[in-house]
Nanobody, 125 residues
Framework: HVQLVESGGGSVQAGGSLRLSCASS????????MGWVRQAPGKDREGVAA????????YYGDSVKGRFTISRDDAQRTIHLQMNRLEPEDTAIYYC????????????????????WGQGTQVTV
């Protein structure tokens, strides 16, 4: 059964904003590091942002720091990614992910194991 359901994404001009959302089941939301991973054509996976359960400690990829913000909505068991000042280099498929090791290690391993994936949503700048 589906564990992560994404919404948002689309096309926007450079400098614009978009918001992605990812709803999850309670067990995932309450216990796992969740976040967003993107992949552009011909490129490796890139960690965009992650957030821990509970305290909500945040982690960001270097290329999005200061422009993107990840947040949690506990009532909806949903995480959000607010993307501002978008650049053409942000064009990619964005995947919601859960059970990321990023929150424990402090860095994103593009070849590391990820427990759960969303269906992906296209962002075009």
């Amino acid at each position: 059964h589906v564990q992560l359901v994404e919404s948002g994404g689309g096309s926007v001009q450079a400098g614009g904003s978009l918001r992605l959302s990812c709803a999850s089941s309670g067990s995932i939301y309450d216990t796992m590091c969740m976040g967003w991973v993107r992949q552009a054509p011909g490129k490796d996976r890139e960690g965009v942002a992650a957030i821990t359960p509970g305290r909500g400690r945040r982690y960001y990829g270097d290329s999005v720091k200061g422009r993107f913000t990840i947040s949690r909505d506990d009532a909806q068991r949903t995480i959000h990614l607010q993307m501002n000042r978008l650049e053409p280099e942000d064009t990619a498929i964005y995947y919601c992910a859960a059970d990321l090791r990023w929150c424990r290690s402090g860095y994103f391993d593009p070849h590391g194991r990820v427990g759960y994936w969303g269906q992906g949503t296209q962002v075009t700048v």
